[in-house]
């Protein structure tokens, strides 16, 4: 077993939602091992060592022995000091099996520590060879027992004369992976709620100024009547507002909110620390921005953080909005009045985020929570959608990204959270000015733009939106409408243009107009005055009473063809929008139903009945120390008020304060409203591509029986021990074969006169090909002949090959002779090993011209058969392969193949099958080059937050 170092050094979160470090023992945490074995209670140095009399030099000394041939070590520490907290080590018993043992101070048990310990302690065992791990228990020991069983481990329990024997294999299974990723989402949810649901906030910077970060914070807070205790924290200041201020962060507060110069920010972090503050939002800019003095100050905020378990959001941040009744916390300097609503909304920056609130203030419709992640150094998106997928006050997420801090961990949290609520993403950064340097033609058209992120969101079932008024279009609809069940959809107008232009908008989205039934167009020619068109799209006449526009869309929506309906409304001097507007809102469908108001002024307001809105915050001047009594006293007859009515409702049977669902409940919905008939239809077309993916069971990668993954397995490691790089022609044959991807036949010879022997042999025409080193693209350095027919043309090719090559510098090593195939469409199928998303799977148009094309669609290894099918499907290219009937089932599973592959071997950093000759009889491979690499190896448990 070789002793490498494998990953364990990150900081984890705790099912409290605070954090601790785990990291490798090193012989330097002697002293602080002996410390936390004698802080051991009697039962748990028992438990531990079958023995209260157990020497703590000598077993402190053995825990610190560190990373060796015949064990491995791992330690979690706490607070500044680095205080131990648990420790954990396998030891060798064979090659293949170690005995694993556990420790964890009494004051931490229960926080999911030891699992966390075994996770990490298995995946450095596997990636060593070893294959199975042990542990004795003492029988009364039943809380170390749980912790084998509830791992997700498959445990075999023994009884042995030294107690429980148990028994279980290092690799990570579904049911492992499973409960690790639910201890993550309880994690993640606690952190959270350090930060949404505080019960007391302090504003450290509030300032009388109202201009002021801090002044606009705090009084943004007041004046949307948090529920909670708020202090403001300034040290030149008796009274911010009508309260008194602190000069410091007192205990007992749980959220502070941070609005200083940033240069104080470290000091203010320490304070927090040190009076048990469980969470801080920093706004104050001058931190990863700031060049080389502001990265210093970042990293010394978050390791504050990171030693006192205190979550953070932000630095450079606008703050965060909780709109729940029983919460009201509205700590951003951005906009006082936040909507209330369904949307719970998470924005890396701070500028679109308050477009967004605006942008949805002036559509009508709210949002559960926002949160600002400025730099997020610590808390990100992958934590608020595992909040908020528990949220019931939430029904819809949107987020605007910038970057991934772990795009695999995403999107295992976004795939979870979609199939029980819409998220929608707009991901800035589409240019490939970044891109990586690639040398094959599935690198170079992978690297050209960010197709990556069109695969993991299409995995995950995220909805990519192309800006915000995209984004806040299909909220509107996924937040207050029902989903489709189906793609037919009901156009009511009454103007033909408008009408039309739906119609093909909705073509574009992947919608049908629906063609009504017979009954329903009976029954709309005997309600509707002459010269109505019914069939659908239905066209009224201008005359048409409100009245009437509203039946005909309650009648078309019951039509079993309709699965939702788009009225569009045209002002006319006879019929008022307004009138329009309020007969619809009066309808109870079963079918999303979307509205276009074509009118001069502004859009009419389409009231949900029970609806009820937040006090807007109080944005005037500072008062005066004269005024400031006169404050205080409308504060006290406030609350007064308010204490009196919470009586009245509960004299009344009624709770004080309507629980999120209960509110979401009262509100009811809002129609959509939209000004174009285009925004409508691709609005709805986004919610109807979202209830689709839902409806469709998670496609799951195919089992492939016929592979050989132990020879594949051999060559890679071969490649890998000379230094990876390009594999022989030889060795991907046989890699490709080993996973039952065949290349068209061929013979490797290493002589013109051998190749025109090798002609012969496989008669017909045939293609020649240069193997010279250093040579990636042969048709490029004009190594390829194609067509060639007989053995004298073949010899005389692979001698003008050789005159080409040589004259540029190169040697040619070798040739390859293939048989020419079928003709048909050439295609590609390849692979780009992403340093962050994994392997990615890529497919598209092939040959010379692939690069110029650009037609191609990715997804994430491993594929299912159906990914690999609506990938095909959404080529350009798919319209060649129709016109020749070409075999597309074939083309598929090579994807498949070619997924499952680089999915099983990480050291290939690039495949690239080019071309593919896909027709009616096929699809051979007639190309193929595979790099490998050593591969990374990535943490069971990524760095917080990521």
Known sequence: MSASPVAADVHIALRDGSTAHVRPVVPGDAPALKTFLSGLSDNSRWLRFFS???N????AERAAAGDRPEGYGLIVTTGAEERVVAHAVFELERPDRAEVAFAVADEMQGRGLATVLLAHLAQVASARGVTTFTATVLPENRRMISVFRESGFPVEVRASPDGIEVVFPTELGPDARRRFEDRDRMAAVAAVERVLRPRSVAVVGASRRPDSFGGAAFRHILGNDFRGELLPVNPNAEFVGSRRAVPRVKAGVDLAIVAVPASAVPGVARECAAAGVSAMVVITAGFAEAGAEGAARLAELLEICRSSGMRLVGPNCMGVVNTAPDVSLTATFARADVPAGTIGFVSQSGAFGAAAIDGASRR????????????????????????????????????????????????RVARHLARAKPVLAVKAGRTGAGARAASSHTGALIAAS???????????GVIRCDGLDDLLDAAAVLSEQPLPTGSGVAIIANARGPLVICADACADAKLEVATLTDETQSALRER??????????????????????AAVAESVAADPGVDAVIAIFVEHIATRADDVASCLAGLELDVPLLTVFMTPGNLPVVLRRGATGRRAADTSPEPTLGARAAELARDAAAHAAAKAAEFTRHRQG???IPSPIEEVERVGRKIPTFRAPERAAHALGRAAAYARWRAAPAPEPPALDDVDADAAAAILAGALARGGGWLRPDEVEALLAAYGIALVEQRRVSSPAAAAKAAAELGGDVALKGVAPGVVHKAQAGAVRLGLSGPTAVKRAAQEITAKLEGAGMSVGDFLVQRMADPGVEMLVGVLADERFGPVVACGAGGGTAEVLGDVQVRLAPLAREDA?????????????CRVDADVDALADIAVRVGALADAFPAIAELDLNPVMVSAEGAPVVDARVRVAPPAVRSVFPAVGR
């Open 450 to 460: 960010d197709s990556t992120v069109d695969a993991l969101f299409a995995s995950a």
């Open 869 to 881: 099918l609506d990938m095909i499907s959404q080529l350009r290219s798919l319209a060649l392969l």
């Open 56 to 59: 703590l030099d000598k077993a």
């Open 52 to 54: 209260l009399g157990v």
């Open 528 to 549: 509707l005055a002459a010269g109505a068109v019914v069939a659908g799209p239905v066209q009224l006449v201008a005359s048409e009473t409100p009245e009437q526009f």
């Open 364 to 411: 009508g419709i709210g949002l559960s929570a926002f949160v600002s992640l400025g730099d997020k150094a610590d808390l990100s998106s992958n934590d608020f959608m595992q909040y908020w997928e528990q949220d019931p006050a939430t029904q819809v997420v949107a987020l605007y990204l910038e970057s991934f801090g772990n795009p695999l961990k995403f999107g």
């Open 654 to 656: 009624r709770p004080a």
